[in-house]
């Protein structure tokens, strides 16, 4: 059975996945009039997770027909497929990063995006970031050249068990010198010490081999 929840849903303790975190970092970083969430039960046991907001959708635990059906009839943007690598603990990484603040943002986001980004605004990716930063949701390691930022690793999604890194930037003129795999690592170690299953997600033509080396290992989900 798929039920759409009210305001008083209680999360299940699912195996911890990056699309786990994210549920568990919207439902309690928003409000829940701008955002549906579903609970797939069987008897009395809850077996997955739905969740849409503003045409996104995110689904966590046991994947069935009727799963399978329903998200092909609500429609909504589902995340291209990825692999999964798990941050396993490796030896410390030497060198300096440091932390990032909200007065961060804008150089942040020309470094991430570029000046001429149309297809995402600073002002919404401000207000979402920096929400997620006020409540904890979210954090960032970056490195600084002549006072600029020239690298950046974000943890884009949070919660008390686990978080997504995602934002891995390094300028142009930059690269090649081992500064992303420096934020990185210090953030995914920081995450690591608070006790938290620490993920990124890889494209099929992402740095796999360069994460391995950082203490990431892929994972099935």
């Known amino acids: 059975m798929i039920r759409l929840c009210d305001e008083n849903y209680i999360l299940p ?10 549920i568990q970092m919207f439902t309690q970083c928003f409000d829940s ?20 907001m503003d045409g996104n959708i995110r689904f966590a635990g046991k994947s069935t027909d009727e799963t399978d059906e329903f998200l092909r009839i609500i429609g909504g943007n589902m995340p291209t497929n990825f692999s999964v690598m798990k941050y396993y603990e490796t030896e410390l990484t030497p ?38 930063m006020r409540h904890g949701f979210a954090r960032g390691a970056c490195i600084r050249q002549n006072g600029e930022i020239v690298s950046v690793a974000l943890s884009v999604a949070e919660c008390e068990a686990g ?19 420096l934020c990185v690592s210090k953030l995914a170690e920081s995450l690591s010490i608070e006790n938290k299953a620490v993920f990124v997600e890889v494209d099929e033509n992402g740095p796999k081999e360069l994460y391995k080396k950082l203490g990431f290992r892929e994972v099935k989900i």
């Open 33 to 52: 009039g701008i955002f549906d969430l579903w609970q797939v039960t069987e008897g009395k046991s809850i077996t997955a997770l739905i969740f849409r």
């Open 95 to 132: 060198g300096y990063t440091e932390k990032v603040t909200h007065d961060d943002l804008r150089e942040i986001y020309s470094l991430i995006y570029g000046e001429e980004c149309t297809s995402r605004s600073f002002s919404a990716w401000y207000t979402d970031i920096s929400h997620r």
């Open 163 to 181: 978080a997504v890194i995602g934002g891995v930037t390094t300028h142009p003129d930059y690269r090649h010198r081992g500064l992303a795999s």
């Open 13 to 22: 303790d699912f195996s911890i996945t990056p699309d786990f975190i994210r």
